[in-house]
C-alpha cells in the first residue's frame, strides 16, 4: 500500500465545502487502509493529508468517529456498485450467485486494503442499529443485495442443506467466502487452491446451486 502523502491544499472557493468533505473521506479511507486499524487514523492525520487544518476538518465533521463512519460508508457503497455492476443484467439467480462470488473475490484481491477497512478490522459502523441486513445505507445496500440473490436462488428451486431463510442463507455465505478471502489474504504462503473453485464448492454445499432436474 503506497503511504498517503501529505499535501499543500488551497483553500477551496465559497462553494465548495462538499468539495472538501469528499477529499476528507477519501483521505481518511486512505489512512485506514494503510494502517489497518481506526484507532490509528485521528482526524489531525487525516486533515494533514488532506492538506487542511484540523479546524477545517471540525467543520464538516462532529468527531474522528463521525469521520471515520463516513469513510467506511464510502467504501461500503463502491463495494456496493462493484457487487451490482458485476450481477446486473444476468437474469438466472444461480449464475447472479456465482458472478457475486467471483466480484467479491476479485475486490479482495484488487483492493485488498479497502476490503480490510470493511471486513477485517475491529471498527463497526452505526452498532446501535439492529436492523443492520435491510437499514438502507450503504453497508445495508450491500448485504441486501446477497440477501435478494439467496431469495431469488430459494424462489429457483434452490434446496439448502441447512435449514433457515433468505438472511440466515446469506450470513452463512457471507462468512464462508470471507473466510476463504480472509485466510488467503493473511496466510499467502499457504498452497492455497483456485479460491473460485472454493467459493462455487461453498455455494453447492449450501445447496445454494442450480437443483439437478
Not at 30 to 35: F, I, M, P, W
Not at 48 to 54: F, N, Q
Not at 67 to 96: H, K, Q, S, Y
Request: with cysteine.
Amino acid at each position: 500500500m503506497t503511504p498517503v502523502t501529505p499535501t499543500e491544499r488551497a483553500r477551496n472557493p465559497r462553494g465548495q465545502g462538499d468539495r472538501l468533505r469528499t477529499d476528507l473521506i477519501s483521505s481518511a479511507l486512505d489512512l485506514l487502509a494503510e494502517t489497518g486499524d481506526p484507532d490509528q487514523v485521528s482526524i489531525r492525520a487525516v486533515a494533514k493529508a488532506a492538506g487542511v487544518s484540523a479546524t477545517a476538518a471540525y467543520r464538516h465533521f462532529d468527531d474522528r468517529d463521525a469521520l471515520i463512519e463516513a469513510a467506511c460508508d464510502a467504501c461500503f457503497g463502491e463495494f456496493a456498485d462493484r457487487m451490482l455492476a458485476a450481477t446486473e443484467g444476468i437474469a438466472d439467480p444461480f449464475d447472479r450467485l456465482a458472478a457475486a462470488g467471483e466480484a467479491y473475490l476479485a475486490y479482495a484481491r484488487a483492493e485488498h486494503g479497502h476490503y480490510r477497512v470493511l471486513f477485517s478490522n475491529p471498527l463497526v459502523t452505526k452498532p446501535d442499529h439492529d436492523d443492520f441486513p435491510t437499514d438502507g445505507d450503504a453497508a445495508g445496500t450491500a448485504f441486501q443485495q446477497l440477501v435478494t440473490i439467496v431469495t431469488e436462488c430459494l424462489e429457483a428451486g434452490a434446496r439448502p442443506t441447512i435449514e433457515g431463510d433468505a438472511l440466515y442463507l446469506s450470513f452463512h455465505i457471507w462468512t464462508w467466502i470471507h473466510g476463504i478471502v480472509d485466510l488467503a489474504s493473511t496466510h499467502p504462503a499457504l498452497p492455497w487452491p483456485d479460491l473460485s473453485r472454493m467459493f462455487a464448492d461453498s455455494q453447492r454445499a449450501l445447496g445454494l446451486d442450480r437443483p439437478a432436474t
